[in-house]
T-cell receptor, first 112, second 110 residues
Framework: DVKVTQSSRYLVKRTGEKVFLECVQDMDHENMFWYRQDPGLGLRLIYFSYDVKMKEKGDIPEGYSVSREKKERFSLILESASTNQTSMYLC???????????FGPGTRLTVT | RKEVEQDPGPFNVPEGATVAFNCTYSNSASQSFFWYRQDCRKEPKLLMSVYSSGNEDGRFTAQLNRASQYISLLIRDSKLSDSATYLCVVNSGGYQKVTFGTGTKLQVIP
């Protein structure tokens, strides 16, 4: 079974703090993704990575950066957290285009 | 027009009923299609892929209509455990072209 884990289920941070969200997958997948999910807006792609040290912007990259130093780990960084970044953050991994995405359990981030 | 559109529901149906959801997509070049299930406060999980020839898995049937650009999900003999949000997912090519619908909420009532 594919397993995708995320470092925290719930996180509360203050405005202006630097926030790190970690994601690890154990299936040797090349591709990893970060989404945020908000009511009425569905899942929106922030960044994805198709290989170590490779990254591509998704639909809403502003205010975020990512790091992929190892194949199994994909980190999302909020350089200076803002209240409009309060959301559910979901990490996913994918073996190949057109296949199934496997999601982590999500991190519910609240920025106060 | 949104790339992928779903009726948000909720669909409230009694146990044993048959229920169907549709999902429309705007990009005629879309290549692959999926239904995911998301339980409350949980991550999405793949329910089934949608093939051009249709796909059936037990009580669940998914179909693709390319001419009208929609996919459908039919659930027969609904169970209480089917209560969830069903997400339509469309891939228009490439990793960044995967679009999720906002989901249709199903509530199966005893």
């Amino acid at each position: 079974d594919v397993k995708v884990t995320q470092s925290s289920r719930y996180l509360v941070k203050r405005t202006g703090e630097k926030v790190f969200l970690e994601c690890v997958q154990d299936m040797d997948h090349e591709n990893m993704f970060w989404y945020r999910q908000d009511p009425g807006l569905g899942l929106r792609l922030i960044y994805f990575s198709y290989d170590v040290k490779m990254k591509e912007k998704g639909d809403i990259p502003e205010g975020y950066s990512v790091s992929r130093e190892k194949k199994e780990r994909f980190s999302l960084i909020l350089e200076s957290a803002s209240t409009n970044q309060t959301s559910m953050y979901l990490c996913a991994s994918l073996l190949a285009v057109g296949g199934e995405q496997y999601f982590g359990p999500g991190t519910r981030l609240t920025v106060t | 027009r949104k790339e992928v559109e779903q009726d948000p529901g909720p669909f409230n149906v009694p146990e044993g009923a048959t229920v169907a959801f549709n999902c429309t997509y705007s990009n005629s070049a879309s290549q692959s299609f999926f239904w995911y299930r998301q339980d409350c406060r949980k991550e999405p999980k793949l329910l089934m892929s949608v093939y051009s020839s249709g796909n059936e898995d037990g009580r669940f049937t998914a179909q693709l209509n390319r001419a009208s650009q929609y996919i459908s999900l039919l659930i027969r003999d609904s169970k209480l455990s089917d209560s969830a949000t069903y997400l339509c997912v469309v891939n228009s090519g490439g990793y960044q072209k995967v679009t999720f619908g906002t989901g249709t909420k199903l509530q199966v009532i005893p």
